[in-house]
């Protein structure tokens, strides 16, 4: 029983608040950025609220960070820690990266094809806020995670589909840069969340 105390203690149990934190601001961030390109260049005025949701993220991140150095027991390895909280931090991160492409290349209406990406960083999004509750008790995250990475490979086949689709037609080369931008962007966010799917199987398998 001591081990199960000292891991569910009322002062390590921050430390889950927080990860459900950092997720549910993602959800947040890639709900905003997915309205913004629905109805771009109407929505623009949802980039300041995507803004806010990465200085939230940074918040969460700092003070998981100072829990860290003062707790004098952390439920997982304080690396993992780490690891998890600097991976859902770059999941908002880059989704107000891209959201500020629309505003920076001027983009006049967003491709088909970046709207689906940012449904799919949605959904991922989701998958990840829905299993973060589950590793307070190390839980089976496996349905979670393995969506997660079926998310990623159907972004990836969109993102390389609406790349080659810039070739096609003679489109203007800084329409087509820029674009590119867009889309790599999108894409690196959706692979950031499989990055934290991946840190949440590999915390689980040390605890199970």
């Given at each position: 029983?001591?081990?199960?105390?000292?891991?569910?203690?009322?002062?390590?149990?921050?430390?889950?608040?927080?990860?459900?934190?950092?997720?549910g601001?993602?959800?947040?961030?890639?709900?905003?950025?997915?309205?913004?390109?629905?109805?771009?260049?109407?929505?623009?005025?949802?980039?300041?609220?995507?803004?806010?949701?990465?200085?939230?993220?940074?918040?969460?991140?700092?003070?998981?960070?100072?829990r860290?150095?003062?707790?004098?027991?952390?439920?997982?390895?304080?690396?993992?820690?780490?690891?998890?909280?600097?991976?859902?931090?770059?999941?908002?991160?880059?989704t107000?990266?891209?959201?500020?492409?629309?505003?920076?290349?001027?983009?006049?209406?967003p491709?088909?094809?970046?709207?689906?990406?940012?449904d799919?960083?949605?959904?991922?999004?989701?998958?990840?806020?829905?299993?973060?509750?589950?590793?307070?008790?190390?839980?089976?995250?496996?349905h979670?995670?393995?969506?997660?990475?079926?998310?990623e490979?159907?972004?990836?086949?969109?993102?390389?589909?609406a790349?080659?689709?810039?070739?096609?037609?003679?489109?203007?080369?800084?329409?087509?840069?820029r674009w590119?931008?867009?889309?790599?962007?999108?894409?690196?966010?959706?692979?950031?969340?499989?990055?934290?799917?991946?840190?949440?199987?590999?915390?689980?398998?040390?605890?199970?």
């Open positions: 029983m001591a081990r199960f105390s000292s891991i569910f203690g009322s002062k390590d149990r921050a430390f889950f608040d927080l990860f459900e934190e950092a997720a601001n993602a959800v947040r961030a890639a709900d905003l950025l997915e309205q913004m390109l629905r109805d771009w260049p109407d929505t623009r005025g949802l980039l300041r609220e995507i803004v806010a949701c990465e200085h939230d993220g940074d918040r969460i991140t700092h003070e998981i960070i100072r860290i150095h003062t707790a004098s027991a952390t439920p997982i390895d304080g690396k993992d820690i780490l690891g998890l909280a600097s991976a859902l931090d770059d999941v908002v991160d880059l107000e990266e891209v959201a500020d492409m629309f505003g920076l290349y001027r983009i006049e209406a491709m088909e094809q970046a709207q689906q990406l940012a799919i960083l949605l959904q991922a999004c989701r998958q990840l806020a829905a299993a973060m509750p589950r590793l307070r008790e190390f839980r089976d995250i496996s979670f995670t393995v969506e997660v990475n079926r998310l490979n159907d972004g990836d086949r969109i993102s390389r589909d790349v080659a689709s810039l070739f096609d037609g003679g489109v203007d080369p800084m329409v087509v840069i590119k931008d867009i889309f790599a962007g999108l894409e690196a966010a959706i692979d950031a969340t499989e990055h934290v799917a991946n840190l949440l199987e590999g915390v689980m398998i040390k605890h199970t």
